[in-house]
């Protein structure tokens, strides 16, 4: 892979909504305010290319002293409806499935967790 920083290209950074990633950092924030400090563990159901668990992880640094961990599950399997989700996001996220590269451009982007 050629990207100097993490690979948000496309179907792999479909995510990446501004409005989306201060909603998270907001919920970290106020999570860390309730916690006290205490390890805040994050479970992400869907890491996809990993794009969001860069904030995932990046949050809990800022606001909770880098306490807690982050776990990522993904079922690396076909999950869009077709028939349902015509649109060209959904065919390019199901055809981007067919092989490992979604799974590749995930541990290429966690390569940019700070630690
Ligand atoms: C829209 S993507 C999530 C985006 C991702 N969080 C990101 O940072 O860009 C949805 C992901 O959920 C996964 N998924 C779908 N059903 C799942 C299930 N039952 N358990 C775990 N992962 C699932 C898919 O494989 C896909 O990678």
Redesign the pocket.
């Known amino acids: 892979m050629q990207q100097s920083g993490p690979n948000f290209e496309g179907v792999?950074?479909?995510?990446?909504n501004p409005m989306r990633l201060a909603y998270m950092m907001g919920t970290i924030w106020l999570l860390s305010q309730e916690t006290k400090s205490r390890p805040l563990n994050v479970l992400?159901?869907?890491?996809?290319?990993?794009?969001?668990?860069?904030?995932w992880r990046l949050a809990p640094e800022l606001y909770n002293g880098g306490k807690g961990k982050l776990t990522?599950?993904?079922?690396?399997?076909?999950?869009?409806d077709l028939g349902a989700n015509t649109n060209e996001v959904s065919k390019e996220?199901d055809s981007a499935?067919a092989d490992e590269e979604?799974f590749k451009v995930f541990q290429h982007n966690v390569q940019f967790f700070s630690r």
């Open positions: 792999y950074g479909v995510t990446t992400e159901v869907g890491s996809w290319c990993g794009s969001l668990a860069l904030t990522c599950i993904d079922v690396r399997a076909l999950f869009i996220m499935l979604p």
